[in-house]
């Protein structure tokens, strides 16, 4: 019995990450019904390109510091909440230059969503990427019990409250705008509290940024790159032909989702055990450890194909099961993401952002030249297709750099004579 209790407590930061990422999407994949019947398939589209456009935007707003945030949370806590503080002030600066650029852009009626949508979307984009700075230095930190309630507050409240008020009050999208915004700003003030005045960090303020973006104009490239990859499918598509089609390709998406949900909450406690081991040049045992674990992610995958029409019918109806047919093939790019993101914690430790970059954008651009060419001539659901071999790339790519430069390999287990100068954190 007392191994047992050892075992679950060493286990409970695993636990918790699959049971708040479990919450989130499993939530939010049953009430993709109500959203999917109550809009017709014109306004679920937009609503779905909204929902998408957050997270991608928050790049912008905060020059992905979130990543340099992630790595100063490994080595010291408080240095840690004072670059959250400094990156905060930064954030908001660029808000106010990508406010007039809207303004701008309006002006001559570009929109991403819709003239009012887009202002929504970027006010939500800035509050998203503030809480993405707290939830990176959380996960870092082993607050998993913390990190784990912010968390599935972001990504579940606005949904419940958003169907609650749509059902009783109004029939419009941008209900569901209007109640994102509000939660995150109550979610941003509370995780501001003790918040640093600028005339208190002005004085080292100045170089702790500089080495910040040093450290992560790097990675603008690779997590634009990651989530272009991951959404641009849906503006081609959008580009091409219409919300219509744009809603189907998206319960389609969704459902693969549930895959990709699995694997990015236990990866969350998964790379910073392979951290840790690379630190301590335990190769094999990482090895070990990421086989049962791509087994375990394979049968999931697999096991998702099949029940791929029940998950379709509980989150919309009859008419989106024209889409059953690319639901694996997105599953199994999901499967390529997986192990790209892996091997991508190899250069991740040794702090050779630019290897990162190479991959994300090489897969980028192929499956932006790929959808160009193929969605106009084959159809929407191609996507599926150009998107799994992208990912499939993306992959490879990172997994033969990574040999090459590091010799060290955590999905095969080749052997190399391990060199003696490779740079440590």
């Known amino acids: 019995m007392g191994k047992l209790k050892n075992i679950l407590l060493e286990k409970k930061g695993y636990f918790f990450y699959v049971l708040g990422e479990g919450l989130s999407k499993g939530i939010v994949f049953l009430l993709l019904g109500f959203y999917t019947n109550i809009f017709d398939k014109n306004d679920f589209g937009k609503l779905s390109l909204f929902w998408i456009s957050v997270p991608l935007l928050s790049i912008f707003l ?49 929109y991403i969503i819709d003239e009012k949508g887009d202002y929504y979307l970027l006010l939500c984009a800035f509050l998203y ?15 998993v019990r913390k990190y784990n309630i912010i968390f599935v507050l972001k990504n579940t409240l606005p949904y419940i ?4 008020i749509i059902l009783l009050y109004s029939n419009s999208i941008y209900a569901f705008m209007n109640v994102q915004l509000i939660l995150y700003i109550g979610l941003v ?21 500089k080495a910040s973006l040093k450290f992560s104009l790097p990675f603008i490239p690779s997590l634009f790159s990651a989530l272009a990859l991951g959404v641009s499918d849906r503006y081609i598509i959008k580009y091409f032909y219409s919300d219509v089609e744009l809603a189907e390709y ?17 990866n969350k406690m998964f790379q910073k055990t392979v951290l ?89 651009i192929l499956n932006l030249v790929l959808n160009f060419i193929l969605v106009p001539k084959y159809g929407y659901k191609i996507a599926a297709l150009t998107t799994t071999i992208s990912y499939a790339v993306e992959f490879l790519v990172m997994y033969l750099l990574c040999l090459k430069k590091y010799k060290i390999d955590v999905v095969f287990n080749i052997k190399f004579n391990r060199p003696v100068n490779l740079r440590k954190k």
């Open 276 to 364: 840790e081991n690379l630190k301590l040049k335990k190769f094999d045992l990482n090895f070990k450890l990421t086989k049962k674990y791509i087994f375990v992610i394979l049968i999931l995958g697999i096991f998702i194909s099949l029940i791929k029409k029940y998950m379709v019918l509980i989150m919309s109806n009859e008419s989106y099961l024209v889409i059953l047919d690319i639901i694996p093939t997105i599953i199994l790019g999901m499967f390529f993401y997986f192990l790209y993101s892996i091997v991508a914690n190899i250069p991740f430790f040794f702090k050779d952002t630019k290897i990162m970059v190479i991959p994300a954008i090489f897969a980028a």
């Open 189 to 209: 003030i509370w995780l501001s509290r003790g918040f640093s005045s600028f005339k208190k960090l002005k004085h080292e303020g100045l170089t702790i940024l």
């Open 129 to 143: 990427s503030i809480i993405e700075l707290h939830l990176f230095f959380y996960q870092l930190q082993g607050e």
């Open 161 to 164: 409250l958003s169907a609650i």
């Open 62 to 110: 905060d020059l992905s510091q979130r990543s340099y945030v992630k790595h100063v949370s490994i080595h010291s806590k408080n240095e840690a909440l004072k670059l959250i503080d400094i990156v905060k002030y930064f954030s908001t600066m660029l808000l106010a230059i990508l406010l007039l650029s809207f303004v701008i852009k309006g002006y001559f009626g570009v």
């Open 250 to 266: 998206t319960v389609a998406y969704t459902v693969s989702s549930i895959f990709m949900a699995f694997y990015l909450a236990t």
